[in-house]
């Protein structure tokens, strides 16, 4: 399922970023890739963005980019 | 030639304070051949050499497509280098790892610096450095930058590294530079065998605080309540030492100008008292609140919470077509539009860095803060002075969201949007006024000249032709106030302020001098004089003016070396100065309808 499916407070593994190459380039030297866990931590009023967790690593990321990164729910 | 070293690093990592703590205060941008953006550059002595230090932007990817990795690229092609210095955040070397491998694989001499290796504890990371070194093959170093710790140790494995001549010539790093392909399972394989964290990463502190201040509801409303406190701090520390300093500068000008200036002729003596003197004087007396607001600044962008601001009002950007670093860098705006207009950079698309570029100079810059200031010292009671200036914050909030909803159509752009969001960190007193003095210095280097032209030519139109009674309807400024007056009357503008304004467009640091010059008066008595000459429903007509019309010309000349279109300077132009009329008339218009 997509990233954006997840609730606030939720993790899941990811399975596959796909999209954009430069996207895809920025989002793995984030950390975002296949194995990891993603953490989505709150996401911004009017529809904003989300603000994500992965390892020691915060950023927040549009609706539309967290749609490039599927996950697998359940993980941790 | 000296040997030269280049830093390396992610966005975050701390690498500005390394190089700031490795070379002290006396960094320069240098610009290099090939490369279309300074770099800063410092000496640094290393036993009996003194090293060039190069501190190269900060990036993400080696072989990323974003400006700041292409400009990594070329430097790296074309400037030939001895070692490289890769800083990785420690509490981050999950992922940072990636950057050291593509570094490694360059085949320069290298180490690398684990960086706020405090911050890593407090994360519960913990690297086996000597096991790390020994897989990579070159040194790996704890260091805590801001902490100067592990310096050192840095500095004598640097020696120590540069005795080894780089082997790989730059055709060679050229090639080695070209794309390839993610290799994950080394930077696994090497985090497995070193590193140790725990489960769920998270400083609690940042959680705790970013619970409280990205808050879907009370977020937004805080982060407009911080700005207005920091606003009216400013404001209250900055007002007597703003009188202190015009205090000296009257003194020294009776005390040692004046007396040496005696014995030029009459025209000369005026010349150089009534314009170059009391117009530098005007602008000099501003600086504190200047310094003041860097230091202000630069401590919000230490703390992490400049990032959080773009976060909170991200959502409403995308709306008007902009993003979160749009709204940061409007911020940055606030202190000169050219370093934000230069920052746009950071985009990729095209069209978001026009739409960017167009709004940017509404950000109510340093230059204008000083003519407002000025203003509402002299027409409002103190009491209502930061309320007055909140005001005209909102309304160039306003005139900007305005303007990028009237272009967002012209402008549109797809642009993926991704920030990091640092942890909190408590700022540090030596960074935040080494910003400030950056700031100023740039400041009066960039403005200095401008300033003096503009009041010189001031100056003149008012004492000229010769004999004249000074600014009197004869002078030339009185003929050209005559000639525009009926263009401002509508906006109860005095004849003379039109002429400031005209001025203004140089640089708006010239409204305030020029407007003491056209009065013929010293910096001490510009408040009378202004008191004399309008009524706060004027002034305010005049100051919403100054805030929107035109972009100053280094505004202006920056737009368009970024943007390369004459097309968008023009409607930059055409548009701020339709936008300020329209303003302007209609606060005037309505405020004297309603008898005020």
């Given at each position: 399922?997509?990233?954006?499916?997840?609730?606030?407070?939720?993790?899941?593994?990811?399975?596959?970023?796909?999209?954009?190459?430069?996207?895809?380039r920025?989002?793995?030297?984030?950390?975002?890739?296949?194995?990891?866990?993603?953490?989505?931590?709150?996401?911004?009023?009017?529809?904003?963005?989300?603000?994500?967790?992965?390892g020691?690593?915060?950023?927040?990321?549009?609706?539309?980019?967290?749609?490039?990164?599927?996950?697998?729910g359940?993980?941790? | 030639?000296?040997?030269?070293?280049?830093?390396?690093?992610?966005?975050?990592?701390?690498?500005?304070?390394?190089?700031?703590?490795?070379?002290g205060?006396?960094?320069?941008?240098g610009?290099?051949?090939?490369?279309?953006?300074?770099?800063?550059?410092?000496?640094?002595?290393?036993?009996?050499?003194?090293?060039?230090?190069?501190?190269?932007?900060?990036i993400y990817?080696?072989?990323?497509?974003?400006?700041?990795?292409?400009?990594?690229?070329?430097?790296?092609?074309?400037?030939?280098?001895?070692?490289?210095?890769?800083?990785?955040?420690?509490?981050?070397?999950?992922?940072?790892i990636?950057?050291?491998?593509?570094?490694?694989?360059?085949?320069?001499?290298?180490?690398?610096?684990?960086?706020?290796?405090?911050?890593?504890?407090?994360?519960?990371?913990?690297?086996?450095?000597?096991?790390?070194?020994?897989?990579?093959?070159?040194?790996?170093?704890?260091?805590?930058?801001?902490?100067a710790?592990?310096?050192?140790?840095?500095?004598?494995?640097?020696t120590?590294?540069?005795?080894?001549?780089n082997?790989?010539?730059?055709?060679?790093?050229?090639?080695?530079?070209a794309?390839?392909?993610?290799?994950?399972?080394?930077?696994?394989?090497?985090?497995?065998?070193?590193?140790?964290?725990?489960?769920?990463?998270?400083?609690?502190?940042?959680?705790?605080?970013?619970?409280?201040?990205?808050?879907?509801?009370?977020?937004?409303?805080?982060?407009?309540?911080?700005?207005?406190?920091?606003?009216?701090?400013?404001?209250?520390?900055?007002?007597?030492l703003?009188?202190?300093?015009?205090?000296?500068?009257?003194?020294?000008?009776d005390?040692?100008?004046?007396?040496?200036?005696?014995?030029?002729?009459?025209?000369?003596?005026?010349?150089?008292?009534?314009?170059?003197?009391?117009?530098?004087?005007?602008?000099?007396?501003?600086?504190?609140?200047?310094?003041?607001?860097?230091?202000?600044?630069?401590?919000?962008?230490?703390?992490?919470?400049?990032?959080?601001?773009?976060?909170?009002?991200?959502?409403f950007?995308?709306?008007?077509?902009?993003?979160?670093r749009?709204?940061?860098?409007?911020?940055?705006?606030?202190?000169?539009?050219?370093?934000?207009?230069?920052?746009?950079?950071?985009?990729?698309?095209?069209?978001?860095?026009?739409?960017?570029?167009?709004?940017?100079?509404?950000?109510?810059?340093?230059?204008?803060?000083?003519?407002?200031?000025?203003?509402?010292?002299?027409?409002?009671?103190?009491?209502?002075?930061?309320?007055?200036?909140?005001?005209?914050?909102?309304?160039?909030?306003?005139?900007?969201?305005?303007?990028?909803?009237?272009?967002?159509?012209?402008?549109?752009?797809?642009?993926?949007?991704?920030?990091?969001?640092?942890?909190?960190?408590?700022?540090?007193?030596?960074?935040?006024?080494?910003?400030?003095?950056?700031?100023?210095?740039?400041?009066?280097?960039?403005?200095?000249?401008?300033?003096?032209?503009?009041?010189?030519?001031?100056?003149?139109?008012?004492?000229?032709?010769?004999?004249?009674?000074?600014?009197?309807?004869?002078?030339?400024?009185?003929?050209?106030?005559?000639?525009?007056?009926?263009?401002?009357?509508?906006?109860?503008?005095?004849?003379?302020?039109?002429?400031?304004?005209?001025f203004?467009?140089?640089?708006?640091?010239?409204?305030?001098?020029?407007?003491?010059?056209?009065?013929?008066?010293?910096?001490?008595?510009?408040?009378e004089?202004?008191?004399?000459?309008?009524?706060?429903?004027?002034?305010?007509?005049?100051?919403?003016?100054?805030?929107?019309?035109?972009?100053?010309?280094?505004?202006?000349?920056?737009?368009?070396?970024?943007?390369?279109?004459?097309?968008?300077?023009?409607?930059?132009?055409?548009?701020?100065?339709?936008?300020?009329?329209?303003?302007?008339?209609?606060?005037?218009?309505?405020?004297?309808?309603?008898?005020?």
């Open positions: 399922m997509k990233l954006s499916c997840l609730r606030c407070g939720e993790s899941a593994s990811v399975t596959c970023v796909e999209g954009d190459a430069c996207l895809v920025r989002l793995h030297a984030l950390g975002v890739h296949p194995g990891r866990a993603v953490n989505v931590v709150r996401r911004a009023a009017f529809n904003g963005p989300l603000h994500l967790r992965v020691s690593t915060e950023f927040f990321l549009r609706s539309r980019e967290a749609d490039a990164i599927s996950v697998q359940g993980a941790a | 030639m000296p040997k030269r070293i280049a830093l390396l690093g992610m966005p975050n990592t701390g690498k500005s304070t390394l190089f700031n703590r490795l070379t205060a006396q960094a320069r941008t610009n290099w051949p090939g490369l279309t953006v300074e770099l800063l550059a410092a000496k640094l002595p290393l036993g009996a050499d003194l090293v060039e230090l190069v501190d190269l932007p900060g990817d080696l072989h990323g497509m974003t400006e700041d990795e292409h400009v990594v690229r070329r430097f790296l092609e074309r400037v030939s280098l001895d070692f490289l210095v890769v800083v990785l955040n420690a509490a981050q070397i999950d992922r940072q990636n950057l050291l491998l593509q570094a490694k694989a360059l085949g320069i001499p290298m180490l690398a610096v684990l960086n706020m290796s405090d911050e890593a504890k407090r994360f519960g990371v913990t690297i086996d450095t000597a096991r790390l070194s020994a897989a990579l093959g070159f040194p790996v170093l704890e260091v805590s930058a801001r902490r710790e592990g310096l050192e140790l840095l500095r004598q494995a640097l120590r590294g540069l005795q080894v001549e082997p790989v010539s730059l055709a060679e790093l050229a090639q080695r530079l794309p390839e392909e993610i290799v994950q399972e080394e930077a696994d394989a090497l985090l497995r065998m070193t590193v140790k964290s725990p489960r769920e990463l998270s400083d609690g502190m940042s959680a705790r605080l970013d619970r409280v201040l990205l808050h879907p509801l009370w977020g937004l409303p805080l982060f407009f309540l911080s700005l207005l406190l920091l606003f009216q701090f400013i404001f209250t520390v900055g007002a007597p703003q009188d202190a300093v015009a205090y000296l500068l009257d003194r020294l000008r005390a040692i100008v004046q007396p040496v200036a005696h014995v030029l002729p009459p025209f000369g003596e005026g010349l150089l008292i009534g314009g170059i003197y009391d117009g530098l004087a005007t602008v000099a007396s501003f600086l504190p609140i200047i310094a003041l607001f860097f230091i202000v600044m630069s401590a919000v962008e230490d703390s992490g919470y400049l990032a959080r601001a773009a976060f909170l009002v991200d959502g950007m995308a709306r008007i077509g902009l993003d979160g749009g709204f940061v860098l409007h911020l940055f705006g606030m202190g000169c539009n050219v370093p934000a207009v230069m920052g746009t950079r950071v985009m990729r698309s095209p069209a978001l860095r026009a739409l960017t570029m167009l709004v940017l100079p509404f950000a109510l810059c340093a230059a204008r803060l000083q003519v407002f200031i000025f203003l509402i010292a002299a027409l409002f009671a103190p009491v209502q002075a930061a309320l007055v200036l909140f005001s005209l914050y909102v309304l160039s909030l306003l005139a900007a969201v305005l303007t990028a909803v009237v272009f967002k159509r012209r402008y549109h752009s797809v642009e993926p949007v991704i920030l990091e969001l640092p942890p909190y960190r408590l700022p540090q007193f030596g960074t935040m006024f080494k910003a400030a003095w950056g700031e100023i210095s740039g400041f009066l280097q960039r403005a200095t000249s401008f300033i003096v032209i503009g009041v010189v030519a001031i100056w003149l139109l008012t004492h000229l032709p010769w004999g004249v009674e000074p600014a009197s309807p004869a002078s030339f400024a009185g003929q050209l106030s005559a000639a525009v007056g009926f263009i401002f009357a509508p906006l109860g503008f005095d004849a003379l302020l039109g002429v400031a304004l005209l203004g467009f140089i640089a708006k640091e010239i409204v305030l001098g020029g407007l003491a010059v056209l009065y013929s008066v010293p910096e001490e008595g510009l408040t004089a202004v008191r004399l000459h309008m009524d706060w429903v004027q002034a305010y007509s005049f100051m919403l003016f100054t805030l929107l019309y035109t972009p100053c010309v280094s505004t202006l000349a920056a737009i368009q070396a970024e943007g390369k279109s004459w097309r968008l300077t023009m409607t930059s132009v055409l548009w701020s100065v339709g936008l300020a009329y329209a303003v302007s008339f209609a606060f005037y218009q309505t405020a004297r309808a309603l008898g005020f």
